[in-house]
């Protein structure tokens, strides 16, 4: 039977300018996935809250909380915002539970971990077959990042993508949607490619030719 997701309520916290934060990397971000921080924000503000992610795009820290009594909370600290994130207290097993819960889209739980792994790894690999530079990034390696632009979270359905650049994330939302309609997957009748031009730091990609 499918779970349902947690109703929690959302509220964005966008304040302040750049700061260091932003040049952290993801591997820096992620040591702080699954702990109790306390977020320091310009103009002083503070924030408590379990580290749910960090957008690898905006460096957004997404915390969750979860009041007594009350329905549990996502607050997004937008990067350029952030001065300081001190770690208050590591998570136990039932935390990082209650954690990847929230996190996990309610289509997913309809998976078993088998079979989320089991998407992740045919969807990665028609990827690299078809010249497209991919990545795992996350605790358990469950997120892939496409060239470091965009990424996408279990169950890697269309849905699931997410990136700053509009043009890059409905190219790809196309292509995984085709990918998710060949009976059996397969690699694309003409591969496709990521280009890194000469001139220009951003990534793009040509559309694919019937």
Excluded at 8 to 25: A, E, I, P, Y
Excluded at 77 to 85: D, R
Excluded at 148 to 157: A, C, D, H, K, R
Aim: hydrophobic share 35%; with cysteine.
């Amino acid at each position: 039977m499918r779970r349902k997701a947690l109703n929690f309520t959302s509220k964005v916290l966008d304040v302040g300018n750049m700061n260091d934060w932003q040049r952290k990397s993801p591997l820096d971000w992620e040591t702080y996935v699954n702990k109790l921080v306390k977020v320091v924000a310009v103009e002083k503000h503070e924030y408590e809250g379990w580290v749910l992610t960090v957008d690898p795009i905006s460096a957004t820290i997404v915390l969750a909380t979860f009041p007594k009594n009350e329905k549990g909370s996502l607050s997004f600290i937008m990067g350029h915002a952030i001065q300081e994130v001190e770690i208050l207290q590591e998570g136990d097993s039932d935390m990082k539970q209650r954690l990847a819960h929230i996190s996990a889209p309610e289509e997913s739980q309809a998976y078993s971990l088998e079979e989320l792994e089991k998407r992740k790894k045919a969807l990665k690999t028609w990827l690299e077959t078809n010249h497209v530079p991919v990545g795992e990034q996350g605790e358990q390696g469950r997120t892939l990042s496409v060239a470091g632009v965009l990424t996408i979270e279990p169950p890697y359905s269309p849905e699931q993508c997410s990136s700053a650049n509009e043009i890059i994330l409905s190219r790809m939302q196309g292509l995984l949607q085709g990918y998710l309609d060949q009976q059996p997957p397969g690699p694309a009748e003409e591969a496709f490619f990521w280009e890194m031009p000469t001139h220009n730091s951003s990534m793009c990609m040509p559309d694919m030719r019937g």
